[in-house]
């Protein structure tokens, strides 16, 4: 009886409110407006105006226009990060980690990647072009006990860490060295 009641009054609930806003602005709800012709902002240049208080928040449409412009920086012939890509460090370099945790949080860092070490693509990029994917370093635990605190890592929610490379810097400051890489993960 409770379960149809709930049934009624979801229908008529729901039929209030197309009635109240339409199909049309429900439609329009999820649709994002073209980029600005003048928008040059990147997901960083996003961040740091939070940072300085430009801004007190970042809406979806901000977010598509940055990655957006962030893709068209991406000269075309550059190759995009695919599963199981593994590449070798050029230079010495500053790179950004994150850190997994159990619980609703994640940390970050920046350390130095130097020229030698390796890293590789664990997991599909979240686009077929995407602006950066994620990546863990082929000699994990090394560079875990390098970039992440010990405080971080003895902590017991502590879950591991991985990088985050840009796609330009993966083909400006990287080499591929192969495709079809796999080993198992935080070994």
């Known amino acids: 009886m409770i379960n149809k009641v709930i049934k009624i009054f979801c229908s008529l609930s729901e039929n209030l409110i197309k009635k109240k806003i339409g199909k049309k602005k429900q439609a329009d709800f999820n649709t994002i407006p073209p980029r600005p012709k003048d928008w040059k902002l990147t997901l ?83 686009d077929v072009k995407p602006i950066g994917t994620y990546a863990l370093p082929v000699d994990y635990k090394k560079l875990e006990q390098r970039m992440v605190s010990s405080s971080d890592r003895n902590a017991p929610k502590y879950r591991g860490f991985y990088l985050s490379v840009d796609t330009k810097i993966l083909n400006e400051n990287f080499i591929l060295i192969t495709t079809g890489f796999c080993k198992e993960k935080y070994e």
């Open 44 to 126: 960083s240049d996003l961040m740091q105006e939070m940072k300085e208080g430009k801004r007190k928040y970042i809406g979806q449409p901000e977010l598509e226009w940055a990655r957006e412009y962030q893709k068209s920086l991406i000269p075309a012939d550059y190759r995009f990060p695919q599963k199981s890509d593994l590449y070798e460090s050029q230079i010495n370099q500053e790179i950004e980690f994150l850190t997994a945790w159990a619980a609703p949080f994640t940390g970050s860092g920046k350390s130095t990647l130097y020229k030698g070490e390796r890293i590789w693509v664990s997991s599909d990029p979240i």
